[in-house]
Antibody, heavy 122, light 107 residues
Framework: QVQLQESGPGLVKPSETLSLTCTVSGGSISGYYWSWIRQSPGKGLEWIGHIYYSGSTSYNPSLKSRVTISLDWSMNQFSLKLGSVSAADTAVYFC????????????????WGKGTLVTVSS | DIQLTQSPSTLSASVGDRVTITCWASQGVSSWLAWYQQKPGKAPKLLIYKASTLESGVPSRFSGGGSGTEFTLTISSLQPDDFATYYCQQYDSFWDTFGPGTKLEMK
């Protein structure tokens, strides 16, 4: 059974870069899309973006200028970087694996990490 | 982007009740809609996908229906473990979006 686990700093200063890693265990990252989703009281659940095992990425247009998602095959991990953060980026960040629609990159999420709270504050 | 709304935002019910939550999409999403259950401090759990297909391991008291712009999640007989927040999610468009949630609380 595939398991996902987020890791990274729980506190980030305004204007700095938020960096999180998701470690995938019980299966390979090969053949799948891998996503980041966040949840804040103000904006609810929000898709941040995803990466395909080939390395191709898609991002939420509202965050695209600040987001980078990358893969580390050797560690079976994928990572999120969100730059120029502000208090509005305070949220619980989840990594997840979607079960995608045939021929598309969007899907529903049947595998989730437990989530990690990131607070943006000086 | 496709906006989702849910009704009601809060639902008070008792064990054994039949409850229905509705999700509306701002434009048609065919049947590309999922439902999740989330408990405090936990990740969302997939219940139903493709509008009406029950995820493996999910009790049969959960059912989903609808297509296009209006969808429902029904719990036929509420159990104590069902008190949680429920979200719909559309995955018809380039990027998926989630509804604001319905909190199901004990009456």
């Amino acid at each position: 059974q595939v398991q996902l686990q987020e890791s990274g700093p729980g506190l980030v200063k305004p204007s700095e870069t938020l960096s999180l890693t998701c470690t995938v265990s019980g299966g390979s990252i090969s053949g799948y899309y891998w996503s980041w989703i966040r949840q804040s009281p103000g904006k609810g659940l929000e898709w941040i973006g995803h990466i395909y095992y080939s390395g191709s990425t898609s991002y939420n247009p509202s965050l695209k200028s600040r987001v980078t998602i990358s893969l580390d095959w050797s560690m079976n991990q994928f990572s999120l970087k969100l730059g120029s953060v502000s208090a509005a980026d305070t949220a619980v960040y989840f990594c997840a694996r979607p079960s995608v629609r045939p021929g598309f990159s969007s899907g529903c999420y049947d595998h989730w990490g437990k989530g990690t709270l990131v607070t943006v504050s000086s | 982007d496709i906006q989702l709304t849910q009704s009601p935002s809060t639902l008070s019910a008792s064990v054994g009740d039949r409850v229905t939550i509705t999700c509306w999409a701002s434009q048609g999403v065919s049947s590309w809609l999922a439902w999740y259950q989330q408990k405090p401090g936990k990740a969302p759990k997939l219940l139903i996908y493709k509008a009406s297909t029950l995820e493996s391991g999910v009790p049969s008291r959960f059912s989903g229906g609808g297509s296009g712009t209006e969808f429902t999640l029904t719990i036929s007989s509420l159990q104590p473990d069902d008190f949680a927040t429920y979200y719909c999610q559309q995955y018809d468009s380039f990027w998926d979006t989630f509804g604001p949630g319905t909190k199901l609380e004990m009456k």
